[in-house]
């Protein structure tokens, strides 16, 4: 089945307690993504990545790092998370990056608490 | 002012309603238009594309305006299973970066 894992789907941890979330596609997109959702907002990028070795920042990369040393992973660690981290996670991909119409295929999400 | 602006709502309309949302964004190098449907926090996915000439898929009707940067979402004939967030999306293609609006709650009542 085509899709994207995420992992953790639940988490609470510690301030400053690093983490990863992990995220994997099993379709052989080139473009991932990492987005958060906070309550009464929309998705906010976080880091993106247009292929192997590729990232980039999106609007709210502070706190979080990534890496992309395959084609079908894509982790976000957060080195020392903080409460204001505590967010609704959301990992996409997209099979070609640069394609106008990329439909984005979303994760389950990862719904993170950092006390 | 952000990027990416969608009608607060929420939406409360009978079955058998049209509702129209709309959306303005402020990029004009913006290049691809999206509508994605989120269920009570689930992930988000693809109700459909925006395209130039607008387009229809069923009950669903999106329409692009580039030179008053924004695009709208036309429901006809509501469903109680139309209860969902709609969420903007508007993609700078070359550079990557996809920008979502806050999203526009609906909720279709009997």
């Known amino acids: 089945e085509a899709q994207v894992t995420q992992n953790p789907r639940y988490l609470i941890t510690v301030t400053g307690k690093k983490l990863t979330v992990t995220c994997s596609q099993n379709?052989?997109?080139?473009?991932m993504s990492w987005y958060r959702q906070d309550p009464g907002l929309g998705l906010r990028q976080i880091y993106y990545?247009?292929?192997?070795?590729?990232?980039d920042k999106g609007d709210v990369p502070e706190g979080y790092k990534v890496s992309r040393k395959e084609k079908r992973n894509f982790p976000l660690i957060l080195e020392s998370p903080s409460p204001n981290q505590t967010s609704l996670y959301f990992c996409?991909?997209?099979?070609?990056?640069?394609?106008?119409?990329?439909?984005?295929?979303f994760g389950p999400g990862t719904r993170l608490t950092v006390l | 002012r952000k990027e990416v602006e969608q009608d607060p709502g929420p939406f409360n309309v009978p079955e058998g309603a049209t509702v129209a949302f709309n959306c303005t964004y402020s990029?004009?190098?913006?290049?691809?238009f999206f509508w994605y449907r989120q269920d009570c926090r689930k992930e988000p996915k693809l109700l459909m594309s925006?395209?130039?000439s607008g387009n229809e898929d069923g009950r669903f009707t999106a329409q692009l305006n580039r030179a008053s940067q924004y695009i709208s979402l036309l429901i006809r004939d509501s469903k109680l299973s139309d209860s969902a967030t709609y969420l903007c999306v508007v993609l700078n293609t070359n550079a990557g970066k996809s920008t979502f609006g806050d999203g526009t709650t609906l909720t279709v009542k009997p």
């Open positions: 990545s247009m292929n192997v070795e590729v990232t």
């Open positions: 996409a991909s997209s099979p070609l990056a640069g394609a106008t119409y990329n439909e984005q295929f």
């Open positions: 990029n004009s190098a913006s290049q691809s």
């Open positions: 925006v395209y130039s």
């Open positions: 379709m052989n997109h080139e473009y």
